[in-house]
């Protein structure tokens, strides 16, 4: 079955821009959850979306967004990009959205901000 | 606050040298203890889940256990195939992002023909 597909895999954007990353899940997947890997802070949690609903939110500023569609792809939007938001964006998706088990990682979208 | 360290921060091995990684947590209502492995450029690939002190699970050369403040990740008789980074997460029942895993900063594993 096809995994966890994110677009697109690199990006450059300068300061100030804006961004929106795609997941589209294992099919029959509702949960859909964003984290951000940097090499010195590891993979930190960002939202969860389960049935096109925020469920859980991670410790980030507003800057940092995101939606789910009714086929439970998901977007990921940055606002005002910042040096520091570069980083691997990952996406994980489960069926039931408990985590760990189940989660299904994508390869990743490595945005760099210049 | 969920607390996950991992050490040591590197490791190289010879081929068949083995060898363990530890994950040391400190969790609000620890809801399981999960070890990934994630390849250059790529996503985390699930490797095991623990939920209670004692348990022990295993898949090829790797073994995991794990104690009340601690998990580790054995490594028996590695292969080159083996290097990768290795991450220890915990999902936890309260707090910021509950339900959802807090992850180490990872073990990155060399394995040397």
């Known amino acids: 079955k096809a995994g966890v597909t994110q677009t697109p895999r690199y990006l450059i954007k300068t300061r100030g821009q804006q961004v929106t990353l795609s997941c589209s899940p294992i099919?029959?997947?509702?949960?859909v959850s964003w984290y951000q890997q940097t090499p010195g802070q590891g993979l930190q949690f960002l939202f969860e979306?389960?049935?096109?609903?925020?469920?859980n939110k991670g410790n980030f500023p507003g800057r940092f967004s995101g939606r789910q569609f009714s086929n439970s792809r998901s977007e990921m939007n940055v606002s005002t990009l910042e040096l520091g938001d570069s980083a691997l964006y990952l996406c994980?998706?489960?069926?039931?959205?408990?985590?760990?088990?189940?989660?299904?990682f994508g390869s990743g979208t490595r945005l760099t901000v210049v | 606050e969920d607390q996950v360290t991992q050490s040591p921060e590197a490791l190289r091995l010879q081929e068949g040298e083995s060898s363990s990684l530890n994950c040391s947590y400190t969790v609000s209502g620890l809801r399981g203890l999960f070890w990934y492995r994630q390849d250059p450029g790529k996503g985390p690939e699930f490797l095991f889940t623990l939920y209670s002190a004692g348990e022990e699970k295993e898949k090829e050369r790797l073994k995991a256990t794990l104690t009340k403040k601690e998990s580790f990740l054995h490594i028996t008789a590695p292969k080159p195939e083996d290097s990768a980074t290795y991450l220890c997460?915990?999902?936890?029942?309260?707090?910021?992002?509950?339900?959802?895993?807090?992850f180490g900063t990872g073990t990155r594993l060399t394995v040397i023909p």
């Open positions: 979306y389960f049935s096109e609903t925020q469920r």
């Open positions: 997460a915990v999902r936890s029942a309260v707090g910021t992002g509950a339900n959802n895993l807090f």
């Open positions: 994980a998706s489960s069926y039931a959205g408990t985590g760990g088990e189940g989660y299904t």
């Open positions: 099919s029959g997947h509702r949960s």
